[in-house]
């Protein structure tokens, strides 16, 4: 149902490949950085044309990390649009799809710099970006990724931030794409309905399909989850 | 009263008597004379002089300071600190070197924080302002300033410099450039060349 291409060269090559190629939605991944050890939110880079899908879209992923790791979105809501006075917008804005640049987490924090350096946290964010994928794109298609900094005929030795503690950004941002890259194309055409899943680690205990628009409610005091009829 | 004119002639009450004879006289103030020449010029190098120690130059520089802020996401937040240079005859590049040297042991203490650290203390290659634009010409250091090209690090990094920078009046833009190129310093932060960076002209950076 889905398909997926990794584009390379310098960023508006790739957008106009991925154009032509008809993707229905593109992605380009980065992790975050400061001078601060102790800066930490989840944050996601739309273009300044973006449509609504893009910063729905863009805000979903943001705010599913944050949860997830425990920690707060960063922007507006978890999206910068135009990014930072223009900084990853042309990465962006040249896509005829919905796209978004994602920065979920911070190399320069040693605690979130252990998680990108782990298997386990590389599956974590990639399984969060095919589920933000699956949401917002039922339909499956050609889903458009690109490695930020990596690859880029312009500057070919960028590897963006280095991580505290060792690494470079851009080569773990390659394997959790790689992670993702696999989980969508395993899914087949009977996944694709919206399901409801609880998890221990990297097992799934329990799983059940959802209507579209239920609305999923959690409650915390009962430690319940309510799907409506 | 008596006294040696200048031209070492010995005056008592303003007549030429003296107990030392005048050649000798005008001999000892010659030879005083090269003594407090060759002094003064000894002294330049070794002997303080308050008035030459006093700052030409005072200024800010500007970093983050989470504490200030009152939170870690406000990533263009950044807190001026005091500077003073000696320097008389260029003092944006007075300010941007002492950006570059980064925050002091005891302001680090007090939280100020910025990617630029006495390693980037020779970032700055040059600067110049024309028609209300600095031209910014930085030295190769992209790999110890890595985290300064994503969305924060930028923020941080271009806010420190916008606001260091914000003091002189006759500042209105600034474009940056890596060994004298604008492209590869607009490449390296993700940024297009377009109107907003004079589409990376590297014709200011040739004509010096």
Not at chain 1, 21 to 41: C, I, L, M, Q, R
Not at chain 1, 49 to 72: E, I, L, M
Not at chain 2, 167 to 173: D, G, L, N, Y
Request: net charge neutral; glycine share 8%; hydrophobic share 40%.
């Amino acid at each position: 149902m889905y398909k997926v291409n990794f584009y390379k060269g310098n960023y508006a090559t790739r957008q106009s490949k991925a154009n032509m190629d008809k993707a229905v939605a593109y992605v380009e991944h980065h992790f975050n950085s400061s001078s601060s050890d102790t800066a930490g939110y989840a944050v996601v880079v739309t273009g300044s044309n973006a449509s609504p899908t893009s910063k729905n879209w863009g805000r979903w992923y943001a705010k599913a990390v944050a949860t997830f790791f425990g920690t707060q979105v960063g922007g507006d809501n978890g999206i910068l649009v135009g990014g930072w006075s223009g900084r990853g917008d042309g990465n962006l804005k040249h896509t005829k799809m919905p796209a978004i640049l994602l920065e979920p987490l911070f190399a320069s924090n040693p605690q979130h710099a252990d998680i990108i350096r782990s298997d386990r946290g590389q599956t974590d964010l990639a399984r969060i970006l095919v589920e933000s994928i699956q949401r917002f794109f039922p339909n499956g298609g050609l889903i458009a990724f690109s490695v930020g900094h990596k690859y880029k005929e312009s500057n070919p030795n960028d590897r963006g931030a280095d991580l505290a503690g060792g690494g470079s950004e851009a080569d773990y941002a390659e394997k959790v794409l790689n992670k993702a890259a696999v989980m969508l194309k395993a899914i087949d055409q009977t996944d694709m309905a919206r399901t409801i899943r609880v998890v221990r680690g990297d097992t799934v205990l329990f799983e059940t399909e959802v209507d579209e628009d239920a609305l999923v409610v959690w409650d915390a005091e009962r430690g319940l989850l309510n799907i409506p009829e | 009263m008596k006294n040696y004119t200048t031209n070492g002639a010995c005056l008592v009450n303003g007549r030429a008597k003296c107990l030392v004879p005048a050649w000798i006289a005008r001999t000892l103030f010659f030879l005083s004379a090269v003594l407090i020449v060759l002094a003064a010029i000894g002294g330049c190098a070794t002997i303080p002089s308050p008035q030459r120690d006093q700052p030409i130059s005072q200024f800010s520089v500007y970093f983050n300071n989470d504490d200030l802020a009152g939170n870690t996401t406000a990533c263009d937040a950044v807190f001026p600190v005091p500077r003073s240079s000696m320097s008389t005859t260029n003092g944006t590049a007075a300010a941007l070197e002492a950006l570059f040297t980064g925050p002091t042991p005891e302001e680090r203490s007090q939280g100020y924080r910025s990617f630029f650290s006495v390693r980037t203390a020779g970032l700055l290659k040059r600067v110049k302002i024309k028609d209300g634009v600095a031209y910014v010409d930085l030295h190769d250091r992209r790999q110890e300033l890595t985290g300064a090209t994503s969305s924060c690090g930028s923020a941080e990094f271009f806010t420190q410099i916008q606001r260091t920078l914000g003091q002189f009046p006759t500042i209105e833009r600034i474009i940056f450039a890596i060994e004298g190129q604008p492209r590869i310093f607009y490449d390296w932060m993700e940024l297009e060349c377009d109107q907003t960076n004079d589409n990376c002209n590297q014709g200011p950076f040739m004509k010096w």
